[in-house]
C-alpha cells in the first residue's frame, strides 16, 4: 500500500513538474523597458548626437539603403525609417524598436504602395546601430538611461541618387538649433518662479540661469535645457520653473508648431525668490549670441 502511495505521489509531482515547465515555454514576462529608460521628455537633457555619428550617419544609411534595395524584387523608392533608440547612460544604443517603419514606392498623392518585408530591413538596420554614440541623458546632473525616438527618410531619385532627411530626434519636434520660421510666437500664458537655492543664499551667491524652453503645439513644454549659468546651484530650480509655463503656441499658416525659445531667469539675494527677467529686458537679448554649455 505504501509503495502505490508512494508511486502515486511521484506521479503527481512529476505532472505538477511537468505543467510547470509547459507553462513557462508560453509568453515570457519581462521588465518594462520604459522604467528602466526613461522618456526623452522627463529627462534634464536629452541623448544628443556626437560628432562622429554626425559624419558617418548619411554614409553609412545610404550605403545600407543601396545594399537591402538590391535584394528585394523591386527597388523601393523611399525609406520611412520610424525606430526607437533606447540609449544607456554611456551613450550607446542597447535597444531598438520599430514604431512605424516602411518601405515602398510613391503615388503622385504622396501614398506608399509595393511596400517591402519591414521586418528584414529593421534586423539589417540594427548592426549599423552598433557603433552609434551619443552623449548620455541626464537627469539631476547625472547620466541616466533614456529612449528617443528617431525618424528619418532616404528617397531615392530618378537618377538612382539618394536624398536622406538627417535624423530627427524628439518624435519630430525641432532639434535644439533648428531654425523654424513661424509667423506667431508663442506667448506666456501662465509662468513659474524658480526657488533660490538655499546653498546659494549662504554662500552670498547670485546670477542668471538661461533657460532653452522647447514648446509643443499645445503650448506645453516638452524640453527645458540650460544653455548657459552664472553658476550650476541655479540650473535646476531653473528648469523646473521653465517646465511650469503655459503659452500660446507658435503659429505658422494658421497651424500650431513646436518651437525653443529662451528663457532668463535672475537670482538676487534681495529677492526671497528667483524670477523671470523684465520685458526690457528680455528685448535686449539675442538667443543667437548666447553660446551653450551643451
Not at 508511486?7 to 510547470?20: E, K, Q
Not at 540650473?235 to 517646465?243: E, V
Request: overall charge positive; proline content about 6%; glycine content about 6%.
Amino acid at each position: 500500500m505504501n509503495i502505490i502511495k508512494t508511486c502515486f505521489t511521484l506521479f503527481l509531482m512529476g505532472m505538477l513538474l511537468f505543467g510547470c515547465k509547459e507553462k513557462n515555454t508560453g509568453v515570457e514576462v519581462v521588465p518594462n523597458l520604459e522604467s528602466i529608460y526613461l522618456s526623452d521628455k522627463v529627462v534634464d537633457v536629452q541623448p544628443n548626437e556626437t560628432n562622429d555619428l554626425k559624419l558617418n550617419t548619411n554614409k553609412e544609411l545610404i550605403s545600407f539603403a543601396d545594399s537591402f534595395a538590391a535584394k528585394v524584387n523591386r527597388k523601393p523608392e523611399l525609406f520611412r525609417i520610424r525606430i526607437r533608440l533606447f540609449i544607456n547612460d554611456k551613450g550607446s544604443i542597447d535597444k531598438i524598436m520599430d514604431i512605424g517603419t516602411s518601405a515602398g514606392s510613391l503615388d503622385s498623392l504622396g501614398n506608399m504602395h509595393n511596400t517591402v518585408n519591414v521586418n528584414q530591413f529593421i534586423n539589417e538596420l540594427a548592426p549599423i546601430l552598433n557603433d552609434w554614440k551619443f552623449t548620455p541623458a541626464l537627469k539631476n546632473g547625472q547620466p541616466t538611461n533614456c529612449w528617443e525616438d528617431m525618424k528619418l527618410d532616404l528617397q531615392i531619385q530618378p537618377n538612382a541618387s539618394y536624398r536622406i532627411e538627417p535624423p530627427n530626434f524628439l518624435s519630430g519636434m525641432p532639434n535644439m538649433n533648428d531654425f523654424v520660421q513661424v509667423d506667431k510666437f508663442p506667448q506666456v500664458i501662465s509662468s513659474g518662479a524658480p526657488k533660490y537655492p538655499e546653498q546659494a543664499k549662504q554662500a552670498g551667491i547670485e546670477g542668471t540661469a538661461y533657460v532653452k524652453l522647447l514648446v509643443n503645439t499645445d503650448g506645453v513644454p516638452a524640453k527645458a535645457v540650460v544653455i548657459k549659468s552664472d553658476n550650476e546651484v541655479f540650473n535646476q530650480p531653473s528648469i523646473d520653473a521653465a517646465m511650469q509655463f503655459k503659452f500660446t503656441p507658435a503659429l505658422k499658416d494658421n497651424k500650431p508648431v513646436a518651437i525653443w525659445v529662451v528663457i532668463p531667469f535672475k537670482y538676487k539675494l534681495s529677492d526671497s525668490e528667483g524670477k523671470l527677467m523684465k520685458k526690457e529686458d528680455l528685448k535686449k537679448i539675442n538667443p543667437k549670441k548666447i553660446k551653450g554649455n551643451n
